[in-house]
Nanobody, 124 residues
């Protein structure tokens, strides 16, 4: 499956952005979905994940209460709504899909497919 992210850009601290991840070449419903991010000089880190049907979600401590992950399997698209953005949220955000890797936190190595990423920059 191919994943393409969109919606990144520049936001001010306290602002919002909504990322989208559109899948092609396969049914999104067969994958658990995750969002990761990677800031300059840092390792890729888990942000959020959502189960196959969308009934269960998990978030990292850093984004809990500010970000919301969702999915629309009919549109083959997953989303990440980011509110109350902080400068430390600045990173490249990656969408990912996994056949069976799902839980309160995800390891990047457990994901099966990745998008190319979209840059989010939050100014103070």
């Amino acid at each position: 499956v191919k994943l393409v992210e969109s919606g990144g850009g520049l936001a001010q601290a306290g602002g919002s952005l909504r990322l989208s991840c559109e899948a092609s070449g396969g049914a999104l419903s067969t994958y658990a979905m995750g969002w990761f991010r990677q800031a300059p000089g840092k390792e890729r880190e888990f942000v959020a994940t959502i189960s196959w049907s969308g009934g269960t979600t998990y978030y990292s401590v850093a984004v809990e209460g500010r970000f919301t992950i969702s999915r629309d399997n009919a549109k083959n698209t997953a989303y990440l709504q980011m509110n109350s953005l902080k400068p430390e949220d600045t990173a490249v955000y990656y969408c990912s899909a996994a056949w069976y890797h799902f839980g309160p936190t995800l390891a990047p190595g457990g994901m099966d497919y990745w998008g190319e990423g979209t840059l989010v920059t939050v100014s103070s």
